[in-house]
């Protein structure tokens, strides 16, 4: 059944386009994404699966097609996945799983090194795509909230600034 499945996620991938330039694919392991201490981020009530399982599952097939590519998982910190285009997507998807539940789960910090290292380090990068929930908080406290350690508006004036960079 795993072969088959394999093969069909293989077959799908066919439809995805192969982007010109240098690809980086984010993926959100946060506790809103992989669970946390309020629950457990299951997509339903019948199901085992997290939203960070789709983000694996979807990072692993965009990343199938790109032949310039960085992925990177993201929570607390930023962990770069190390791609092995010998493991089939579903293989890669379950090894994301495995490497994400060292990213720590309280915050999105990770998605601000991201975009900080690429404006100090003036790395260019044609496309970034994230998978997440769109809950962004930083350090131990919700974006935007009393106690952040980052003023509100911070993420999107890294945007901003990655975007002059790289329009």
Known sequence: VLVALELAVEL???NIPELE???AILADHSGSMRGDGGGNSLVSA???TTSSDIANIFASMLLSKQPSVYV???GDR???YKVNRKRGILEMAKDMHRKGGACGGNTE??????FEELINSKTPVDFVIVFSDMVIGERNSWYGMRGSTRAPGRFQELFRQFRKLYP
């Open 72 to 74: 990177g998982l993201f």
């Open 12 to 14: 799908a991938c066919h």
């Open 46 to 48: 019948l199901s085992r």
């Open 109 to 114: 910090a990770g998605v601000y090194d991201f």
């Open 21 to 23: 330039g240098r690809v």
């Open 78 to 80: 930023l962990l770069q």
